[in-house]
């Protein structure tokens, strides 16, 4: 079953409580599919029995050690922790393979912490004082250079629904602002922290985030690294609610969202920016602290966050703590979304008159509500989209015939946040008056598919209900609630009739569930009023929709009434639910054609939609698709992969034709998606229905983050229990080959598809928090993908080089790739026409050694064949194996650990830097037997490491000491030679693991056809260093870069290093450890082939402005910088004439020092600073220092001639 299109998230990154150690040992036996692992207490790592584990409909206790085990079946999922006396969470985005238990460990927090806890816990989520500083500074600075012009101005005036986020593995994807925002202030702010600090880190950390722009130059506002601020999938109840509590909440200063910067502690006086970064944000003063610290801890600007916990336990709420930190914000939620041009026509008629009722909804983020009624007599009438849409907001609509009298009705709306809007504000409309007809008139007959609501959203519309243990409460217009001393309860409708024969039914509802807390829907229908069906769970869609409604998958069956139940579970730290609003859409789509009775000729698809044997694709104007519920403009995407669904229904014996139409008007409509979602669907008897409109490549709407790039198949019926009929296995099958041959679509390949690596042909519950395509079809998937590729193996082939691309410049040792439209025997490699050597298996990849041929152009040629025909693709390479040259400049001093870098180069397109990290090879530790040190000129310093086909296999490996900055990527290097360069036989190992080797960062197998020539070359592994604990079961952090020699042949390790990973030029930056003082390292000059040159380069940090030493006694400021020295030029004076509202332009102080012998002309140690002469006048004094940290004085009245002395330091 789909997902939604707008509001998205993704999976791949596993944070802090992963501990994935089976994946890297060997396996003796086959493990069952599940999630298993130890629950402990954070702060004393004790195991906690009794914690109550939930995913999905799957549920676990812990055992007295605190483990537990969930057999849930293969999939995406969420994990949620709950226990008496801790915070709840949950771990979402949990990938679980077929056959694998995935561990998850998970580090509870208490919930009133004593103050031992209360460290161990602000240890445990607070980052240390180098990331902190590291990322606020890199998100401020451009290359060590503060744009307060960008942070006083940023033009963000609103939050918007949705914000861009580039994953570690460079790929963008659009997610949930607070969704997102639930994901980052738990790594801010320890969730057992008072709410109010929560609300307002939350608030800082959102207003933070949409004034960003730091990957513009990918497509994406934020990542999920400390440059911007760390995102991870465990989410804390507090922090949820926080988020929640404070939805599109922004702090603003004169109308624009601020760049909310913050810190950990302050010692007392937070600092300004002026005092920071030497520019002046107006909202960014310097102001007491009640933090309790005396020294600084991060860089000092904005919110304290240890303040804001202070202010908060002295009863501040969140907007007096941030209006404490950010002088002159207001703090502004977004504007509470508006109703206009109410209408209603006509406004009189009889009994069988249809009367319109439209309303615009206007919402700040153009989300579409949660809610969306129009209240006729005190009930509820769900409303949709007018055919007709306005420029601005959304236009909705109800046409009803009502009974006789004089009637009133006013409009509600609720964007699923709280945030409610009714019209009129109080009371209600006047309108229609239905007079009796002299003969009542019979409806008038709809064609197509129809579509009517029954809505519950008003003490009337529960009324007559039976209640045990809830009651209907206050919240939105009326809600069913839990009563006040209950912690479960269910309320049952009367028997409702329905307002026609329906052969669908859908369920919508807004029901807040904090903190644990449950609802569970139950539906059940009957066909005459007297005999029904059994009770059936109403099980909600994988995701809400963007305006916080829940949505079911419909239920299909012929009906004339229905009854439902609710049931209602309070969390276990009380938080309590609610349903607000619930409505069911009865929908009849039997008027149209009858899927047996379809006429092939008017209902098939075009010959090139269609491989050789595949079944007739019905057209949606064979199948009825009413073209004017087709809103959704298409969107086109190159289709790299499939998603299979099942609709997770029974058909319940309707026509499939009926089914899809259905389905069709639910999405379309009643989802407002504005077309299906699916792109083809199939029926058990092996019909295909054509889906979304648009054709080839159209994006729909079923795998959310997924949905670009993807087709998505989906299969009428539930097969989680039963068989995949066979016709329809047949026509999945044949689809798919159709599919795979039109988009080049290895079936048997696995790829990387928006944030991980997934295979061509996957189920839905790969990608979403979802059963579908339920057990029975997913179980089918490996014996499908083999059955399309035997189809796809007798088309005819063609051929493309995927690596190099044409006209790339290579060398060393290039792989050359090559991909098929269809499967062929054999592929076969041409180097300027001779021919290199060739692949069978679907694995079209070949080693080309550069260093056999002179440099410049070359040729390559990709030849294929099979029982279809002939292919061949050409490339042509320039072969560079040459390093480039170039100078590497970097300032003498810097005030931030961003270094600004001068490249001088004609052939350099790319730099990297190690900032020492780097071994040799002789000097590691090496398993006894394994070779030995060795005298060598080639190495760099003169001696390297050997192991021989005499010596024994084993590890090469640490111990590495190296501090490397988190959530950022490098590659690792590894310096070897081997008189083998030939043969695929391995060498060694070289992988990238934690210092207990329980997780894995990377690996690849070097042979001997990797290498080029018998010198020594350098091996890079990339490595995405996500983690502050690779480790998960308290030991110390660390990494180890390993060569696991094989004895096949002779071996030597030279040099391991680190590098970050290449930044373009011409304006990298280097950044350095947030300390100061003299910081050394290596610049690598890169040319675009991927040769190296290393420079040395060296540079000095000073972050600390010049101390302000006091007055002496005939009034001159005495003022010192005892690192990088004062910047004698930029001594400057400003005078205010009406008591510092207004100032002068800075102008210049002249200093003549006397220069001792060996000092640096212009840079003093000290000066003595004295104001201008104008008696009476406000002054202020500045000056810098060598790093560019500015120190501005106090404004003070002088009396005293302007006179500066110097003395050389």
Same mark, same amino acid.
């Given at each position: ?35 298993? &692992? ?35 079946? @293969? ?102 602002? /607070? ?64 988020? /929640? ?7 603003? +200063? ?190 008038? @007959? ?13 003490? !009337? /519309? ?118 607000? !609003? ?5 929908? !009849? ?46 969107? +086109? ?31 379309? =409509? ?51 229990? =039963? ?103 054999? @592929? ?15 694995? $079209? ?179 995405? $260093? ?25 071996? $030597? ?48 940090? !000073? ?9 002496? @006694? ?24 009406? &008591? ?70």
């Amino acid at each position: 079953m789909p997902s939604i299109r707008r509001t998205i998230v993704f999976a791949g990154i596993v944070i802090l409580v992963v501990a994935a150690a089976a994946r890297f040992l060997p396996a003796s036996v086959a493990s069952p599919t599940g999630i298993v &692992g130890t629950v402990t207490d954070l702060t004393s790592k004790r195991p906690l029995a009794g914690v109550r584990l939930r995913a999905g409909a799957y549920e676990a206790v812990t055992d007295a050690s605190g483990r537990y085990r969930l057999p849930v079946e @293969a999939g995406l999922h969420a994990v949620r922790a709950e226990a008496a006396g801790y915070v709840g969470m949950t771990h979402r985005y949990l990938t679980v393979t077929e056959g694998d238990e995935a561990s998850v460990n998970l580090a509870m927090v208490p919930e009133d912490a004593s103050p031992e806890e209360a460290a161990a816990i602000e240890a445990a989520f607070l980052r240390s004082a180098e990331e902190a500083a590291a990322r606020q500074a890199e998100a401020a600075l451009a290359t060590g250079t503060i744009s307060v012009q960008g942070l006083a101005a940023t033009g963000v005036t609103e939050a918007p629904a949705t914000i861009r986020v580039v994953m570690p593995d460079g790929a963008v994807v659009e997610m949930g602002l /607070d969704e997102y925002l639930k994901g980052v202030v738990p790594n801010e702010m320890p969730p057992n922290w008072p709410a109010e600090a929560l609300r307002a880190q939350a608030v800082a950390a959102r207003s933070y985030a949409i004034t960003g722009a730091g990957h513009a130059d990918v497509g994406a506002d934020v990542c999920t690294t400390t440059h911007c601020q760390v995102w991870s999938p465990i989410q804390y109840d507090t922090t949820d609610q926080a988020v /929640d509590d404070t939805h599109g909440v922004t702090a603003r +200063y004169q109308g624009e969202v601020i760049r909310a910067f913050f810190h950990a502690h302050c010692d007392g006086q937070t600092r300004s920016t002026q005092d920071a970064w030497g520019s002046t944000v107006s909202y960014c003063q310097s102001v007491a602290c009640p933090c309790g610290y005396s020294s600084l801890y991060g860089h000092g600007v904005g919110m304290c966050q240890f303040g804001a916990r202070a202010l908060a336990a002295e009863g501040f709420g969140y907007v007096d703590i941030l209006k404490h930190y950010y002088a002159g914000i207001e703090v502004v939620g977004p504007p509470s979304p508006t109703l206009g041009q109410p209408a209603l026509a006509p406004a009189s008629g009889d009994q069988s008159t249809h009367f319109a009722f439209e309303v615009t909804y206007l919402s700040a983020n153009g989300a579409p509500p949660a809610v969306a009624n129009v209240v006729i007599d005190g009930h509820a009438h769900t409303l949709t989209l007018a055919p007709a849409q306005p420029a601005e907001g959304r236009r909705y609509r109800l046409e009803t015939s009502l009974p006789a009298g004089e009637h009133q009705y006013h409009f509600y709306f609720d964007d699923g946040t709280g945030n409610a809007a009714r019209l009129p504000t109080s009371g209600a409309f006047a309108g229609p008056a239905v007079h009796p007809a002299g003969t009542p008139l019979a409806p008038a @007959a709809e064609d197509g598919t129809v579509g009517r609501y029954l809505t519950f959203s008003t003490p !009337d /519309d529960w009324a007559g209900g039976e209640h045990q243990g809830t009651w209907i409460g206050p919240q939105g217009d009326g809600a069913v609630a839990l009563a006040e001393d209950a912690t479960t309860g269910t309320y049952t409708s009367p028997v409702l009739d329905a307002p026609l024969a329906f052969v669908a039914l859908g369920a919508g509802w807004h029901a807040p569930t904090p903190g644990g807390a449950q609802m569970r829907l139950e539906v059940r229908t009957s066909a005459d009023g007297a005999t029904w069906g059994t009770w059936q769970v109403v099980e909600e869609d994988n995701e809400p929709d963007e305006g916080g409604a829940t949505h079911s998958a419909l239920l299909f069956g012929e009906g004339r009434a229905l009854q439902y139940r609710v049931t209602l579970s309070a969390g276990p730290s009380g938080a309590r639910p609610a349903l607000e !609003d619930l409505h069911f859409v009865c929908i !009849d789509s039997r008027d149209g054609p009858q899927a047996p009775d379809i006429v092939a000729s008017g209902g098939s698809a075009s010959a090139d939609e269609a491989a050789d044997a595949m079944p007739q694709i019905i057209t949606r104007q064979g199948w009825g698709a009413n073209e004017a519920l087709m809103t959704a403009e298409p969107e +086109y995407r190159p289709v790299t992969a499939v998603v299979v669904h099942h609709t997770a229904t029974d058909d319940g014996g309707v026509d499939p034709a009926a089914m899809v139409r259905a389905i069709y008007y639910y999405h379309a =409509v009643s989802r407002e998606w504005g077309d299906i979602g699916y792109n083809f669907l199939i029926d058990k008897y092996g019909r295909i229905y054509e889906g979304r409109s648009g054709g080839s490549g159209v994006v729909g709407f079923h795998a959310a983050a997924y949905n670009w790039g993807s087709v998505g198949l989906s299969l009428i019926g539930n097969y989680q229990s =039963v068989d995949v009929p066979g016709p329809m296995r047949d026509s999945l099958t044949w689809l798919l080959a159709a599919k795979a041959s039109e988009h080049w679509i290895d079936p048997l390949a696995e790829q990387h598809f928006i944030d991980r690596v997934l295979p061509t042909i996957m189920g839905h519950r790969d990608v979403g928090i979802t059963a579908c395509p339920g057990a029975r079809a997913y179980a089918l998937l490996p014996d499908i993908r083999s059955a399309v590729a035997g189809l796809l193996s007798s088309q005819p082939p063609q051929v493309r080089i995927t690596a190099p691309s044409q006209n790339a410049a290579v060398r060393g040792v290039v792989e050359i790739t090559a991909s098929c439209s269809v499967p062929v025997g054999e @592929a076969t490699l041409f180097v300027d026409g001779t021919e290199v050597g060739s692949q069978s298996g679907g694995m $079209y990849s070949w080693r080309w050694n550069t260093a056999a041929v002179p440099e410049g152009r070359h040729t390559l040629r990709v030849s294929v064949e099979n029982p279809g025909g002939v292919s061949a693709a050409d490339a042509a390479v320039w072969v560079d194996n040459t390093p480039p040259t170039g100078s590497v400049t970097v300032p003498t001093w810097s005030r931030s650990a961003a270094v600004p870098v001068t490249i001088g180069s004609t052939d350099a397109v790319a730099v990297q830097f190690s900032n020492g990290w780097i071994w040799e090879g002789e000097d590691l530790r090496h398993q006894e037997g394994t070779g030995q040190r060795v005298e060598d000129p080639e190495a760099l310093n003169g001696a390297a490491w050997r192991g021989t086909p005499g010596d024994a296999a084993g590890w090469w490996h640490g111990p590495y000491t190296l501090a490397l900055p988190t959530w950022r990527d490098y590659q690792v290097y590894y310096r070897l030679k081997s008189p083998q360069t030939s043969g695929a036989a391995p060498l060694a190992i070289l992988d990238i693991v934690d210092n207990l080797s329980t997780r894995a960062y990377a690996s690849r197998t070097l042979a001997g056809q990797d290498l080029a020539t018998a010198h020594y070359e350098e091996v890079a592994l990339n490595l995405v $260093y996500q983690n502050t604990a690779p480790t998960y079961n308290g030991e110390p952090n660390g990494l180890e870069f390993r060569t696991w020699f094989q004895a096949q042949a002779d071996l $030597y390790l030279d040099r391991v290093s680190v590098f970050t990973m290449p930044q373009d030029l011409p304006a990298p930056t280097w950044r350095v450890p947030n300390a100061e003082g003299e910081h050394t390292g290596v610049a690598r000059l890169l040319d675009e082939a991927g040769n190296h040159y290393d420079v040395p380069v060296t540079t000095r940090v !000073d972050a600390t402005p010049p101390e302000e030493l006091g007055t002496t @006694a005939d009034g001159a400021t005495r003022v010192m910088d005892v690192l990088s020295g004062l910047d004698t030029s930029s001594a400057a004076w400003s005078a205010s004439a009406n &008591g510092g509202r207004t100032w002068s332009e800075w102008q210049t102080l002249p200093i003549t020092p006397t220069v001792q012998p060996g000092a640096t002309v212009g840079v003093l140690d000290e000066v003595l600073l004295q104001a201008p002469e104008e008696a009476g006048d406000l002054v202020r004094l500045r000056i810098r220092d060598m790093a560019g940290n500015w120190r501005v004085m106090p404004p003070f009245i002088v009396e005293l001639p302007l006179v500066v002395r110097g003395g050389a330091g």
